[in-house]
């Protein structure tokens, strides 16, 4: 899916790094200068222990607003002068070097300061953009379409960029609810655009089609255009894994596999794949020669349907190990269609014990009342035919 970072898709995005308030600011410059003031009397005045208050507008430059940062500096400044004083050192030329020491130093932290808000702001602008831009590619989850209920997970590996090459969307159209899952050879920013023109096609020929071999094919074609602009521009072709899915009345799925992962069965029984033809990427069946097929399988009221992407299936331990989904879907328990997403994303993150390789999806969804609406003709099952 082509998604929101550390949060589920659609929501809002966070602000720029919070300062801490005025009065903790107050209570710790104060509580500081009366600790130091202290040392430096039961010093007796030799040490220069007062010195040590240039720390203080230091971390409010790394943490707090530019106006604090100014004034603690001021404050430091005078409390020095006066320490100086009080406890001035050997010779006047220790005291101007003390004091034109203190200043220089403080101007920097101000400086600092000032540049780092900038960096923060810019920031908070390049993500609300990429917020922005997840908006017009995602639906939020979890969707509620009239036959199924999705939810999910989307974790990019650039997770600062909210946006991945893993996609999916959902569609409720004359002939059912339609739904795309992919991934996107690659990963991160260079994917998008390839997952853009899936994305785009998808949403047009979702309605137009009747059939959903004829909704796979104007994938596929959207895919080898993108390639030939691509290459045009000197840039990476690429191919995509996808899986369209049909859920009309009853509990009957229509699916059409373009070399994606095969979806995973939950609820009255062992957890197993559903038995689907491979097929291949889209971009490459007219190097394969082959010519796309829909299958059916049942998704009974009460079960829950589980799409990943390889990130899941190939997050890899220190040893090397693929996750072992097949076996950790047996162990876990039975849960929500939400809290089996949430589950299995904080399982394989156990597994892989680190920072994500590739872009992370997992779907999870389940028929709903509306199930049983009437729907416009569609391609039969092989048992109507």
């Given at each position: 899916?082509?998604?929101?970072?550390?949060?589920?898709?659609?929501?809002?995005?966070?602000?720029?790094?919070?300062?801490?308030?005025?009065?903790?600011?107050?209570?710790?410059?104060?509580?500081?200068?009366?600790?130091?003031?202290?040392?430096?009397?039961?010093?007796?005045?030799?040490?220069?222990?007062?010195?040590?208050?240039?720390?203080?507008?230091?971390?409010?430059?790394?943490?707090?607003?530019?106006?604090?940062?100014?004034?603690?500096?001021?404050?430091?400044?005078?409390?020095?002068?006066?320490?100086?004083?009080?406890?001035?050192?050997?010779?006047?030329?220790?005291?101007?070097?003390?004091?034109?020491?203190?200043?220089?130093?403080?101007?920097?932290?101000?400086?600092?300061?000032?540049?780092?808000?900038?960096?923060?702001?810019?920031?908070?602008?390049?993500?609300?953009?990429?917020?922005?831009?997840?908006?017009?590619?995602?639906?939020?989850?979890?969707?509620?379409?009239?036959?199924?209920?999705?939810?999910?997970?989307?974790?990019?590996?650039?997770?600062?960029?909210?946006?991945?090459?893993?996609?999916?969307?959902?569609?409720?159209?004359?002939?059912?609810?339609?739904?795309?899952?992919?991934?996107?050879?690659?990963?991160?920013?260079?994917?998008?655009?390839?997952?853009?023109?899936?994305?785009?096609?998808?949403?047009?020929?979702?309605?137009?089609?009747?059939?959903?071999?004829?909704?796979?094919?104007?994938?596929?074609?959207?895919?080898?255009?993108?390639?030939?602009?691509?290459?045009?521009?000197?840039?990476?072709?690429?191919?995509?894994?996808?899986?369209?899915?049909?859920?009309?009345?009853?509990?009957?799925?229509?699916?059409?596999?373009?070399?994606?992962?095969?979806?995973?069965?939950?609820?009255?029984?062992?957890?197993?794949?559903?038995?689907?033809?491979?097929?291949?990427?889209?971009?490459?069946?007219?190097?394969?020669?082959?010519?796309r097929t829909a299958e059916w399988f049942d998704l009974p009221y009460g079960a829950v349907l589980l799409l990943v992407t390889d990130g899941v299936t190939e997050a890899a331990?220190?040893?090397?190990?693929?996750?072992?989904?097949?076996?950790?879907?047996?162990?876990?328990?039975?849960?929500?269609?939400?809290?089996?997403?949430?589950?299995?994303?904080?399982?394989?993150?156990?597994?892989?014990?680190?920072?994500?390789?590739?872009?992370?999806?997992?779907?999870?969804?389940?028929?709903?009342?509306?199930?049983?609406?009437?729907?416009?003709?569609?391609?039969?099952?092989?048992?109507?035919?």
């Amino acid at each position: 899916m082509i998604g929101v970072g550390s949060r589920r898709a659609g929501a809002a995005p966070p602000g720029p790094n919070r300062a801490p308030d005025n009065r903790t600011v107050v209570a710790a410059v104060l509580a500081a200068t009366a600790v130091l003031l202290a040392a430096q009397a039961f010093s007796g005045g030799d040490a220069r222990i007062v010195l040590l208050l240039v720390f203080v507008p230091a971390l409010l430059g790394g943490l707090g607003t530019l106006a604090q940062t100014v004034l603690a500096a001021i404050w430091v400044t005078g409390v020095i002068v006066v320490s100086s004083v009080v406890f001035p050192p050997p010779s006047v030329t220790g005291r101007a070097l003390t004091l034109l020491s203190d200043v220089a130093a403080e101007a920097v932290v101000v400086v600092l300061c000032a540049r780092r808000i900038r960096r923060d702001r810019e920031l908070f602008r390049i993500r609300q953009s990429a917020v922005a831009l997840q908006r017009q590619l995602l639906r939020p989850l979890p969707v509620l379409a009239p036959d199924i209920l999705l939810y999910g997970r989307y974790r990019p590996v650039e997770e600062d960029t909210m946006v991945g090459g893993d996609l999916y969307d959902i569609a409720d159209t004359p002939y059912g609810t339609r739904l795309l899952v992919g991934d996107v050879q690659g990963k991160g920013l260079p994917a998008i655009g390839t997952g853009f023109a899936v994305l785009s096609a998808f949403r047009e020929a979702a309605f137009r089609d009747p059939a959903l071999t004829d909704v796979a094919l104007a994938l596929e074609n959207a895919v080898v255009r993108h390639n030939a602009y691509a290459a045009q521009n000197g840039e990476t072709e690429r191919f995509v894994t996808a899986t369209v899915f049909c859920f009309g009345p009853g509990t009957g799925v229509q699916a059409v596999n373009c070399g994606h992962l095969t979806p995973y069965l939950l609820g009255g029984g062992e957890p197993g794949t559903v038995p689907l033809d491979a097929g291949v990427p889209l971009g490459l069946a007219e190097l394969a020669g082959e010519v796309r097929t829909a299958e059916w399988f049942d998704l009974p009221y009460g079960a829950v349907l589980l799409l990943v992407t390889d990130g899941v299936t190939e997050a890899a331990d220190a040893g090397g190990d693929f996750y072992p989904i097949d076996r950790r879907l047996r162990e876990l328990p039975d849960r929500s269609p939400d809290a089996l997403a949430g589950a299995v994303e904080e399982d394989v993150r156990r597994h892989s014990h680190g920072p994500l390789r590739d872009d992370l999806t997992i779907l999870t969804l389940r028929r709903t009342a509306g199930s049983d609406r009437p729907a416009e003709p569609r391609e039969p099952r092989p048992s109507e035919s």
